[in-house]
């Protein structure tokens, strides 16, 4: 096997957390390499390009709260928008379309979402599972505490919907604690899910990804795509680390590993790594969604007056919205399918043809919202995350019922010489890519 070089530190990927460890240790003095799995920098956050038309595949939104987003899209020069949100929202409640504002389920929903952020607040977001009572809400999955909690079944159905929307994880999979942790992170559960005010309000020009593409090229030569690290050794070479990848291997003081736990899956640990460590990827694997976009030749919604912002307590489209681009005529709306809507309709449960039937599938729900006159798309575009290689998934990692006693001091402390930053191990706005720039730059300054 080839030997590739010797440095201070090895990042192991190049998403926002990576490419953020890598450019705080460039700037402190280290000689750094990053290894990416992938043909392309940026992890969850990708853009489809088709001439003058940009559409954003994953991570796009920001908003107040998220300082270092914004901070670095003024350093790199990139500008903000507002999200479109002019008009009437409407509301798809057992199968009828109504306005929002006279969506009689949407007042209950409001109870339980300020019932849930006042349990949040109580919670220590960096250590969630040192709060109070956490032991307990660690236990209660979400989705028995929608049945215990909730009597009307329109609330119920219009909370669960919310919170796998916001998850991507069946409520049956994740804990109240897990939600709760969510909501503390982000501020609020009212802050994640909104526009106005909320973790949506703002877009970047030109996108999200672009912020990465512009930090690899500033990192340049470090970056080394398609090279996908196999196994970390501690104990060869002792006071070193080696990392491997399937070709060569390099050696480095420290290791940044800046991936999800799930991420982990692939790659071995010499010595093995602390159970709370080892058993990361399976406590908290990746939630599935789709995103979708279908873009028109106009965004025909504000002609009747429409925000674009459509709600749906059945599903599977639990929720759309308008995410055309400033300067262009072309009008799109995105909407997503998340958790088991997700896997029903993903690339694996469809096979071939999949993207088709996804078509077909969220024309009929446009057409059923805004009426039968819908002029035809001039382009669809979607992404199945659970079927991009290395990712496999998105949101985020989502921690299992009952895992985060154990499991979640291990999502930051290093072992021995290797450093964890991923968006999960963010202490604030986890899943976010707030908290991936974060979660990088702590990792390197953990590194003397």
Request: overall charge negative; some cysteine.
């Amino acid at each position: 096997m080839r030997r590739s070089g010797q440095f201070d530190v090895v990042v192991v990927g190049a998403g926002f957390a990576g490419l953020s460890a890598a450019r705080e240790l460039v700037t402190r003095g280290h000689d750094v390499a990053v290894l990416e799995a992938s043909d392309r920098v940026g992890g969850r956050t990708d853009t489809h390009r088709d001439g003058d038309r940009l559409i954003e595949l994953g991570g796009q939104w920001t908003g107040p709260g998220q300082d270092r987003v914004l901070a670095l899209a003024a350093e790199l020069g990139v500008g903000t928008f507002q999200t479109p949100h002019s008009g009437v929202d409407l509301s798809v409640v057992g199968g009828v379309v109504t306005d929002a504002s006279q969506d009689s389920s949407m007042a209950g929903v409001a109870d339980i979402v300020e019932r849930l952020d006042g349990l949040a607040a109580a919670l220590p977001p960096a250590e969630p599972w040192l709060g109070p009572d956490a032991d307990q809400y660690d236990m209660v999955t979400m989705h028995d505490w929608l049945i215990s909690e909730i009597s009307d079944d329109g609330v119920r159905s219009s909370v669960r919907q919310m919170v796998e929307g916001l998850m991507t994880t069946p409520a049956e999979q994740m804990s109240l604690l897990t939600v709760l942790h969510s909501a503390c992170t982000s501020g609020s559960l009212s802050a994640a899910l909104g526009i106005e005010g909320g973790a949506q309000e703002l877009r970047l020009v030109g996108g999200m990804h672009q912020m990465a593409v512009r930090l690899a090229d500033e990192l340049g030569a470090r970056v080394r795509l398609d090279h996908p690290v196999v196994h970390i050794d501690q104990e060869s070479n002792p006071g070193r680390v080696v990392i491997h990848t399937s070709t060569t291997h390099v050696e480095a003081s420290h290791v940044v590993v800046a991936v999800p736990p799930s991420g982990c899956n692939g790659i071995t640990f010499a010595p093995v790594l602390p159970p709370g460590h080892a058993q990361l990827p399976t406590a908290m694997p990746m939630g599935s969604v789709i995103k979708i976009q279908v873009i028109f030749d106009r965004p025909f919604w504000r002609e009747a007056g429409w925000s674009g912002l459509v709600t749906d307590d059945g599903g599977p489209f639990s929720f759309m919205i308008d995410n055309s681009q400033p300067h262009s005529e072309e009008g799109v709306l995105a909407t997503f399918l998340s958790a088991r809507q997700a896997t029903d309709f993903g690339d694996a449960a469809l096979g071939v043809g999949a993207q088709q039937r996804r078509r077909a599938l969220v024309l009929d729900h446009v057409s059923h919202v805004f009426g039968p006159d819908v002029p035809q798309p001039i382009a669809y575009v979607d992404r199945d995350w659970v079927s991009v290689p290395w990712i496999s998934g998105g949101y985020s990692g989502v921690m299992r019922p009952g895992r985060w006693m154990t499991h979640g001091p291990a999502l930051r402390e290093p072992v021995g010489r290797i450093h964890w930053g991923s968006s999960e191990s963010a202490q604030m706005w986890t899943g976010y890519v707030e908290g991936a720039i974060e979660s990088g730059r702590r990792a390197a300054l953990e590194i003397d």
